[in-house]
Nanobody, 116 residues
Framework: QVQLVESGGGLVQAGGSLRLSCAAS????????MGWYRQAPGKGREFVAR????????YYADSVKGRFTISRGNAENTVYLQMNSLRPEDTAIYYC?????????WGRGTQVTVSS
């Protein structure tokens, strides 16, 4: 079982920045994907970014490429999402995710609101 706790959401003006953090606890394998999804009001959950823990390969949705950066923290099983040049359409609840094999774990989410 893996537990995920997100932090760092908030309200920011368009063009601003926020950094989200996610800390994972529990049993994780030697390699897994850790990343972020988001869900805007009235829409489905969509992929944002993820990182392959061993090796550090990163993957991004086209909508955030060049603006968001996912990285591993120095602490064990911690990942960050640096979000720059935020737009009103980035407003959503952001969920941390760990995935390996058939296993999929989710945090409770953190609200990000970008005002125009």
């Amino acid at each position: 079982q893996v537990q995920l706790v997100e932090s760092g959401g908030g309200l920011v003006q368009a063009g601003g920045s926020l950094r989200l953090s996610c800390a994972a606890s529990g049993r994780t394998p030697s390699n897994y994907y850790m990343g972020w999804y988001r869900q805007a009001p009235g829409k489905g959950r969509e992929f944002v970014a993820r990182i392959l823990w061993s090796g550090g390969s990163t993957y991004y949705a086209d909508s955030v490429k060049g603006r968001f950066t996912i990285s591993r923290g120095n602490a064990e099983n911690t990942v960050y999402l640096q979000m720059n040049s935020l737009r009103p359409e980035d407003t959503a609840i952001y969920y941390c995710n760990v995935q390996y094999g058939p296993n999929d774990y989710w945090g409770r989410g953190t609200q990000v609101t970008v005002s125009s």
